[in-house]
């Protein structure tokens, strides 16, 4: 049995998914290696994966020139790129898929960040990427936006799982996990086989200690710095617990429903000053996903101390951290929502690049 550290932590309940994909990856083999050597079992992409991938351009010029010969714009060839590399990595992840029930070898591609407002956008472009990607172990990615939840119920109704991203307060999160359940009910209703539904709630990290770490050093209090981020990830996994031991929930685990898993996401730190597996090491909890960028994930590989709980121990003094934050007179809320605006805003300008960049390759494809 491999005792490095990813395996370890695979073996105390978290499951590692990559939060990288590109053509190269698919076709070198390196996400089989993954899978073999650093216990990976699922991948996560977003609008800014997929502008860097396809700005390196490796393994997507064949493809681009069929596009532009077919005169495809860069939208649409957009959609046929990513659709493709998340439909080949499904089939890779496919063995994981099985052996895990569903819960694992999981992909996930998101809907155009420009919808993150609009529900009825999204739901459309929802269900075509579902229809596109045509593997059961896809998952669509949604933003947690307020229209966003309705749209999540809508799409989970739909028989489809979901990835609900840009998670930031407790508050939100427990809309998410209640816009879930509805959507499961709702699925039972239309008369889909809902043990075959699976989501995920991406309950982002290292981006709160950005905000919330630049406040406390304006309020004076530098020594609550590298706190804030832990301290509300670790009490959103107490949320995770409170909403699925209800009686509500039993009855729909009973016809077969699949719990939504916390996933910690944005879990590479930010500041250098800080350990650079600290987001990994420090949340460690059954039934939980972290999706890591690589440089994370290796440093967990080299040098990481993986204990065997570090979430469920620590709730009394996260409850302390948030309050003398607190009473430094920072706002988590107010930082929290601005990170959602934030987040949301920076997928678009990602997402603007990542057209650029396609319109530039078909035009050059010509």
């Known amino acids: 049995m491999s005792t490095n550290p990813l395996a370890q932590l695979s073996a105390n309940g978290v499951s590692i998914w990559l939060d990288d994909l590109s053509r190269s990856r698919i076709v070198s083999g390196n ?24 700005a390196k351009g490796e393994g997507y010029q064949a493809q681009v020139a069929e596009l532009a010969a077919a005169g495809a714009d860069a939208t649409s060839a957009i959609f046929a790129i990513t659709t493709k590399d998340v439909a080949d990595a499904c089939d890779i992840f496919a063995g994981v898929y099985a052996s895990s029930n569903g819960f694992d070898g999981r992909v996930s591609i998101e809907v155009e960040p420009g919808l993150a407002n609009d529900a009825a956008g999204t739901i459309k472009q ?59 009910k709702l699925a039972k209703a239309n008369g ?34 590298s706190k804030a981020a832990l ?24 016809a077969g429903a699949n719990v939504q898993r916390p996933l910690m996401a944005s879990t590479g730190v930010k500041d250098p ?28 590989y ?38 959602e605006e934030e987040g949301v805003e920076k997928f678009i300008v990602s997402w603007g690049e990542l057209v650029d960049t396609v319109d530039a390759a078909l035009k050059a494809a010509k």
């Not at 301290?231 to 949320?239: D, I, K, Q």
């Open 31 to 54: 996400l089989k290696d993954l899978i073999a050597n650093r216990s990976v079992c699922g991948v996560t992409t977003n609008p800014t994966i997929f502008a860097g991938a396809l």
């Open 126 to 184: 929802a269900k075509e990427l579902f229809a596109a990607v045509n593997r059961e172990n896809v998952m669509i990615k949604i933003p947690a936006t307020k229209p966003g939840l309705a749209a999540i119920t809508a799409v989970i109704a739909e028989g489809i799982s979901v990835n609900v991203t840009l998670i930031f307060s407790l508050a939100r999160y427990r809309e998410v996990i209640a816009a879930y359940i509805e959507g499961v």
């Open 192 to 225: 889909h086989d809902i043990s075959k539904i699976h989501s995920v709630a991406s309950f982002f990290v290292s981006r709160v200690d950005t905000e919330i770490d630049k406040r406390l050093e304006a309020a004076g209090k530098p020594e609550l710095k």
């Open 231 to 254: 301290a509300n990830a670790r009490l959103a996994y107490e949320v995770f617990e409170q909403e699925f031991a209800t009686a509500e929930w039993a009855e729909l685990a009973t």
């Open 273 to 300: 000053n800080l350990l650079d597996t600290l987001y990994v090491t420090e949340l460690v909890a059954p039934e939980l996903v972290n999706t890591m960028p690589e440089k994370t994930m290796e440093a967990v």
């Open 302 to 339: 080299d040098h990481g101390v993986i204990p065997a709980a570090s979430i469920t121990n620590n709730y009394e003094n996260a409850r302390e951290v948030l309050a003398a934050v607190a009473a430094a007179g920072v706002s988590l809320d107010e930082a929290t929502q601005l990170l």
